[in-house]
């Protein structure tokens, strides 16, 4: 009866051993399935926190002040593209210089700006100087009327022949009878190079004002009943009391300047001296300017980014 009694315990002992030890294996079979689960995500996701580490710091750590110069019609570009830039590294500051594409120009050769801003394209005299263009968006030249202007297309001849003095009034052209003002950028000015490149009409224009900024264009056409002018399209749109012509029948819009149908356009370009290296902060900001990620805020900006 006692032996019995003992191999009765000796069975429940080891039932009961037996019964821990299933519970030990699923339990270790479960913690072992969870660090394995979570172990992926941080090998997963160390690869990409670690990357993402790896830019923020580089992002965090750069420093250091960058200077553009030059072309008043990519203010907005520039501007988006810079606040952006500094928002994301808190240490660098980018300024801009409204001067005119052809100061903007002499102050890349010079040294005296780290990235140059011209809305044309270099002339040989420049490049033999070793400067380069890089292209980051096109721009339509918006040609403007005041509102009040009964005047909606123009083909090329006929705006040739209104800035060469050729037609001086409205009626020649389907308009009021007014004498036509001409307004125009100074010497110097990308808008005006692109402008008189494009209608043929290089040193030849007859301007009744000529404006030094792209906003001087606008307020004049704003103001006179007969002014007709010429301004970048990035800067015109949403603008009150002028209208934009259309050219032989095709809009001055994003589709037709980046199609080639709407034919009064030019570059925006950064220019840079050729074998002269940028500080770390300058580089950063023009290959970000140069690069797809800057394409929306360009397109946001008016202007058609040629890196989509």
Do not use: H
Request: glycine share 10%; net charge negative; proline share 1%.
């Amino acid at each position: 009866m006692k032996a019995k009694k003992i191999v009765s315990m000796s069975l429940a002992l080891a039932m009961t051993a037996t019964l821990f030890i299933g519970c030990g294996s699923t339990d270790t079979s479960s913690d072992t399935t969870d660090t394995t689960t979570d172990s992926t995500a941080d090998a997963s996701g160390s690869d990409t926190s670690s990357d993402a580490g790896s830019d923020s710091k580089a992002a965090s750590d750069l420093s250091g002040s960058v200077s553009t110069n030059g072309s008043t019609s990519m203010k907005d570009v520039i501007g988006a593209l810079s606040e952006q830039f500094m928002q994301d590294n808190p240490g660098v500051t980018v300024t801009y210089d409204g001067t005119g594409s052809g100061t903007g120009i002499e102050q890349a050769a010079s040294g005296g700006t780290d990235i140059g801003l011209a809305s044309r394209d270099l002339k040989d005299e420049e490049t033999a100087k070793g400067l380069k263009q890089t292209t980051i968006a096109l721009d339509g030249i918006a040609i403007i009327v005041n509102k009040d202007n009964k005047v909606k297309d123009l083909t090329l001849d006929q705006i040739k022949q209104i800035y060469t003095g050729e037609i001086t009034n409205w009626k020649d052209v389907g308009g009021d009878d007014a004498a036509i003002s001409a307004i125009g950028r100074e010497a110097g000015s990308g808008t005006r190079d692109g402008f008189e490149s494009v209608t043929d009409t290089k040193d030849a224009c007859k301007y009744e004002s000529e404006q030094t900024s792209t906003g001087g264009v606008i307020q004049t056409v704003q103001s006179n009943p007969n002014a007709i002018g010429y301004a970048s399209f990035s800067a015109v749109e949403g603008q009150d009391g002028i209208t934009s012509l259309t050219v032989e029948g095709v809009e001055c819009n994003e589709a037709n300047i980046s199609d080639g149908s709407y034919k009064v356009q030019r570059d925006f370009n950064l220019i840079t001296l050729d074998g002269k290296d940028l500080s770390p902060a300058a580089q950063a900001f023009y290959d970000y300017a140069t690069s797809k990620d800057a394409a929306a805020l360009i397109e946001k900006a008016g202007a058609v980014p040629v890196n989509k």
